[in-house]
């Protein structure tokens, strides 16, 4: 076969290293074993990056595609845990970088007739490594119904509510469970949702967060006060979203951690 050339390798003179390069937005069947002990099958976005000596013109993009491709037509936790290692290894770098997102499902039973739907969250595994050193971070979006607090003091009748957007990411010392990650924040906001609701469900989650009203610090500092309290979270950082029912903007609070205990 005849030799190619191998323009990736050739110097480049301009004397500028690149801090990640890679491809993005491939999509890949992935597997995640639930807490029934279930297994869950869905598709995963997959991001896969390393850095670029400045000596180097570019990267090999196959490579990256070939690391992923070994583990077979599904990949399992541990199969992601394993990428970063292998990229660097694989592609000759000093650090590995690795994004996967997916939609995880939950079956929730309706809390006054019992009728089960199924509710999607969004969860993303970020993975950062070194040849000595290996950081991972788990987030999850989850929806939840927010009651104003100020509306409902305020009011004669009723009170504004809306549906909000949580993002928590955490870094952790043990694994936790995703399904753990959605309950703790969802026991901090005025109600949780669900894809099915019939009439007396409906009655059901109205009067729960008109009962339970939060502004979004509310929310927020429920969350990180929670989190807190679990021995297995090294590192937190919740941000709310309130889509607003009566503004024409979002309310929007974020802690981290690390400056939170610095306030």
């Not at 009170?159 to 952790?172: C, E, W, Y």
């Amino acid at each position: 076969m005849q030799e190619l050339k191998d323009t990736q390798n050739e110097p480049d003179e301009r004397n500028l290293a690149i801090d990640r390069v890679g491809v993005k937005s491939l999509r890949y069947p992935i597997e995640i074993k639930d807490k029934a002990n279930e297994v869950q099958s869905t598709v995963a976005t997959v991001s896969m990056a390393v850095d670029l000596p400045h000596h180097y013109k570019g990267t090999h993009m196959s490579r990256f595609i070939e690391v992923l491709s070994a583990h077979g037509p599904q990949l399992s936790v541990r199969d992601m845990s394993a990428i970063p290692g292998e990229l660097l290894e694989r592609l000759e770098a000093e650090r590995a970088h690795i994004v996967i997102d997916f939609p995880f499902f939950l079956s929730k039973a309706a809390p006054a007739t019992g009728e089960r739907g199924l509710m999607d969250y969004g969860v993303k595994f970020e993975i950062d490594a070194t040849r000595d050193k290996i950081d991972c971070m788990v987030t999850v979006e989850v929806p939840v119904t927010t009651l104003c607090p100020c509306s409902k003091a305020i009011s004669d009748r009723g009170a504004h509510n809306q549906r909000g957007l949580v993002t928590l990411a955490i870094r952790f010392d043990r694994p936790i469970w995703i399904e753990d990650l959605v309950k703790l924040v969802e026991s901090c906001a005025s109600s949780e949702l669900y894809s099915l609701l019939k009439r007396p469900d409906e009655k059901v989650v109205t009067e729960r967060a008109y009962d339970n009203p939060v502004f979004v610090e509310d929310l927020v500092r429920a969350i990180a006060a929670k989190s807190n309290e679990q021995p297995d979270i090294l590192w937190y950082r919740v941000e709310a979203e309130n889509f607003e029912s009566i503004h024409n903007h979002n309310a929007y609070a974020m802690i981290e951690k690390d400056s939170a205990a610095r306030r």
